[in-house]
Structure formats: structure tokens, C-alpha cells
């Protein structure tokens, strides 16, 4: 959507139909631009012919979609040896008005395509209505549908003692995708069978520094100076959605004061949170702790204005 925005166009390639054995499944998708491209369905002759197609859709300024079949076998020489029908489209800022609340969706969605007078319109619905079958010739064919499911927010935290076994806990049925990571010094004997990923300390620092953009970090290990190490490294990227750090008013202040001597500015240590959790809550208990937080994040991750 930067793109889009950026008055740029590329195209978006889609299986929106595969028969037999095929690379990828229904949905899978490559964006291109003049001089690159990103995604993948499949590699191959497959995915060279959409290439090519791509780029030529964006030397025209008429025309903005194609469909286009490949037998795998016979016209390409792959050895799967299937059927895949390929949607190619221009997506440029005439794609905003999709492109946008797509991109805001908190909850799955249908992007459906609809073909009429030879031209396409994309649209947002709550629910996937049945998409034409792909042996159903392309002249014929009126609509395309996918389910969209948006991506989660990550969530990576740190520590496997009692809190972050209840942090864990809390996490796993809820709508995050969570990276538990722990040194072994993290693990106390109750944290027999812990799924956390046991790291040593400088791969937990680099495991910061490899995160994506808007990750949302949340630090409970065994020791302040990891722990100060730890959230040393998310402010000095800066690209962060959150920072949590488990402890009291002191333990902030310390950190503060600490950080402000490293050359952190007051602006970026406004960002930590510590204590973690919504105010509401008390108890220092790790369930309660685990259910404070899950509260805190649930409520940031679902309003965008956050």
C-alpha cells in the first residue's frame, strides 16, 4: 500500500485457481515492480511467464487486469503437471479505496473480484461468497474470491520463570503471533517441557535486533542487567510498537536513569512501559500479571489510533 500511496504501480499476481498437482495453493502471490518483485508462486516457468506478464501490464495504462490459464505440463514443462489460472492486476493509487480498509481489517475478510464489460472492481465483504471454478472458461468467469486472514501482531517476550510461563499461557489462544525466547538461567524447575526457545544472552539481544518492524517486545527474564540489555536494544532501533518491562515505579526509575547516562533521549524512554499491564489490576500474582497484559496489548493492537 506504501506504494500505492507513493503514486508508484506494480502489479499483484494470484492463483486464483489450481487444478491437479500445482507449486502453490489458491492464494499464494507475487507484488512486482519494473525492477523487482517479492513473494512467490511457485518458481519456475510458472513464475517467469507471470513475471513477464506482470511487467507488461505495467507498461500499459488502458488495461489493468489479466487472466490467464497455464497447464503446467504441456505449456510450461513442469513436472507437476497441473492447472493454474493466474489473476495479474495493476495496483496503484486507484487501488486505495480496497487497498486501505483491507489493510486496517482486524478480523478476516473476503477480497473478491468482480469481472463485468471487461473491466474488474475489487471489493471488501465480510464474508467469501463461492469464487467461479477455474474450468469455467476465462471469457465466463464473474468473480474471484479469497479469505483474507490479516496478519497478527508479533509478540516476542522473554523469560521462562513463573511469568513468563503465565504470559505464554495467556498469549496462546489470543490473536498474536508469539516468539517465547529464554536463556537457561531463564528456566526454573517447574518450567519442565517450557516451549520457549533457549538462547544465550547475546543471541537474545541479536533475536532484538532481527524482529520486524512494529514488534511488540515484553521482557521477564531472571536478571535486571539482561533485562537492561534487552530493552537497551529495542529502544535503540526505534521501530518498535511496544515495550514492556516487568517491575516497579523503582525499578523504572533506575532504568531511566541508567538509560538517560547511555545517551537514550527522554522521548524514547517515554515509550517503555514499566510497569506492565493495565492500572486496573494489582496483583502481583503471574496469572493476574499474564491477564494485565494480555488486556494492555489486546487494546493497543486493536485500535489503530493507538
Given at each position: ?247 516497579s515505579r523503582t525499578k523504572r526509575a533506575r532504568f531511566e536513569s541508567r538509560l538517560r547516562a547511555d545517551g537514550v533521549a527522554d ?34 493492537t486493536e485500535d489503530p489510533a493507538e
Open positions: 500500500m506504501a506504494s500505492a500511496r507513493r503514486g508508484e504501480a506494480l502489479a499483484m499476481v494470484t492463483i486464483v485457481g489450481a487444478q491437479g498437482s500445482t507449486p502453490r495453493e489458491i492464494g499464494a502471490r507475487m507484488l512486482v515492480w519494473p525492477d523487482r518483485f517479492t513473494g512467490t508462486i511457485g518458481g519456475g516457468s510458472l513464475e517467469r511467464q507471470g513475471l513477464d506478464q506482470a511487467r507488461r501490464l505495467l507498461t500499459q495504462t488502458a488495461r489493468r487486469h489479466a487472466l490467464q490459464d497455464y497447464p503446467l505440463g504441456p505449456l510450461l514443462g513442469q513436472c507437476c503437471g497441473g492447472h493454474v489460472r493466474l489473476l495479474v492486476e495493476r495496483v496503484d493509487a486507484e487501488s486505495l479505496p480496497w487497498l486501505e480498509p483491507a489493510a486496517d481489517a482486524r478480523a478476516p475478510f473476503a477480497l473478491t473480484a468482480r469481472f463485468e464489460d471487461g473491466g474488474m472492481i475489487r471489493a471488501i465483504e465480510a464474508e467469501a461468497p463461492a469464487s467461479d471454478s477455474p474450468r469455467i472458461p476465462i471469457p465466463e468467469v464473474r468473480r474471484v474470491s479469497e479469505l483474507i486472514r490479516p496478519t497478527l501482531p508479533r509478540l516476542v517476550i522473554f523469560g521462562a520463570g513463573h511469568v513468563g510461563q503465565a504470559v505464554a499461557r495467556a498469549f496462546a489462544p489470543l490473536p498474536f503471533h508469539l516468539d517465547w525466547l529464554a536463556s537457561r538461567e531463564d528456566l526454573r524447575p517447574e518450567a519442565s517441557g517450557t516451549r520457549a526457545t533457549i538462547l544465550s544472552e547475546d543471541e537474545l539481544v541479536e533475536a532484538v535486533e532481527a524482529a520486524p518492524a512494529d514488534t511488540l517486545f515484553a521482557m521477564f527474564t531472571h536478571s535486571h542487567d539482561l533485562d537492561y540489555r534487552l530493552t537497551r536494544a529495542v529502544l535503540a532501533r526505534g521501530d518498535f510498537r511496544y515495550l514492556g518491562l516487568i517491575g522521548a524514547d524512554l517515554a515509550r517503555l512501559t514499566c510497569p506492565i499491564g493495565i492500572a486496573e489490576l494489582k496483583s502481583k500474582a503471574p496469572a493476574v500479571i499474564a491477564v494485565a497484559l494480555a488486556a494492555e496489548l489486546l487494546k493497543l
